[in-house]
């Protein structure tokens, strides 16, 4: 069992930069691939990026490529996600998620941008972009 907690969220204007956090606790945090997924109102959860579990490979979705950047900390069991260059179209409740895939997957990259893969989930934190 893992359970996460995002914070940092809030109101920033476009260009301007937040860093989101996902503090987990439970076992074997090592052991999980972690992910940001972000909402907008009447949308899907759509995948924003992942770091694998030792933190060696990360994975972004293209429109946040040079601006977002993800990183973890094993030994603190936090995941972060730095937001640069904000745009009003970022703005969503983001989510944190933990997938037990392992990373020898050779598909690895491609199913970390499936909810389906997830196993936990945060409660989410709001994000809003004023242009």
């Known amino acids: 069992q893992v359970r996460l907690v995002e914070s940092g969220g809030g109101l920033v204007q476009a260009g301007g930069s937040l860093r989101l956090s996902c503090a987990a606790s439970?076992?074997?945090?090592?052991?999980?691939?972690i992910g940001w997924f972000r909402q907008a109102p009447g949308k899907e959860r759509e995948f924003v990026s992942a770091?694998?579990?030792?933190?060696?490979?990360?994975f972004y979705e293209d429109s946040v490529k040079g601006r977002f950047t993800i990183s973890r900390d094993n030994a603190e069991n936090t995941v972060a996600l730095q937001m640069n260059s904000l745009k009003p179209e970022d703005a969503a409740v983001y989510y944190c998620?933990?997938?037990?895939?392992?990373?020898?997957?050779?598909?690895?990259?491609?199913?970390?941008?499936?909810?389906?893969?997830?196993?936990?989930w945060g409660q989410g934190t709001q994000v809003t972009v004023s242009s």
């Open positions: 770091v694998s579990t030792s933190g060696s490979s990360t």
């Open positions: 998620g933990a997938s037990g895939l392992s990373s020898a997957n050779h598909a690895l990259a491609a199913m970390l941008r499936d909810v389906l893969e997830y196993d936990y």
């Open positions: 439970g076992r074997n945090f090592r052991s999980y691939n």
